[in-house]
């Protein structure tokens, strides 16, 4: 039977502990790396899901600018039409017109006087 020497197992214990340290050193190292690897991913993500977004909101800003050109447009078109339509008019019954004149003209004084 062997004597147990406690020296020994002293010793054995100490180098047990020294390589348990060295393998908890080594596990954090490794989730320190694999945390920065990981945020490095979602920040990349996040990225480029705010790179699509501004893509998005430029395309649509785009879009509705050219729908709003075009309204202008329409509207220049029909301001200019209806100033053909009441030249003509005025042109085809230029006795008409100075009546209406006359009738605006007078519906506005008497507005203006109630006040």
């Given at each position: 039977?062997?004597?147990?020497?406690?020296?020994?197992?002293?010793?054995?214990?100490?180098?047990?502990?020294?390589?348990?340290?060295?393998?908890?050193?080594?596990l954090?190292?490794?989730?320190?790396?694999l945390?920065k690897?990981?945020?490095?991913?979602?920040?990349?993500?996040?990225?480029?899901?705010?790179?699509?977004?501004?893509?998005?909101?430029?395309?649509?800003?785009?879009?509705?600018?050219?729908?709003?050109?075009?309204?202008?447009?329409?509207?220049?078109?029909?301001?200019?039409?209806?100033?053909?339509?009441?030249?003509?008019?005025?042109?085809?019954?230029?006795?008409?017109?100075?009546?209406?004149?006359?009738?605006?003209?007078?519906?506005?004084?008497?507005?203006?006087?109630?006040?």
């Amino acid at each position: 039977m062997a004597d147990p020497n406690p020296q020994e197992d002293f010793s054995k214990l100490t180098a047990d502990l020294a390589a348990l340290r060295e393998d908890v050193a080594k596990l954090a190292e490794s989730l320190a790396t694999l945390a920065k690897q990981e945020g490095a991913a979602a920040a990349e993500t996040v990225r480029e899901k705010v790179r699509s977004g501004k893509a998005q909101a430029e395309a649509t800003a785009a879009g509705l600018l050219d729908e709003g050109a075009a309204a202008v447009e329409d509207a220049r078109a029909c301001a200019s039409a209806l100033c053909r339509d009441a030249s003509g008019a005025i042109e085809r019954n230029p006795f008409a017109a100075v009546v209406a004149a006359l009738g605006i003209g007078f519906v506005f004084g008497l507005i203006s006087r109630s006040r």
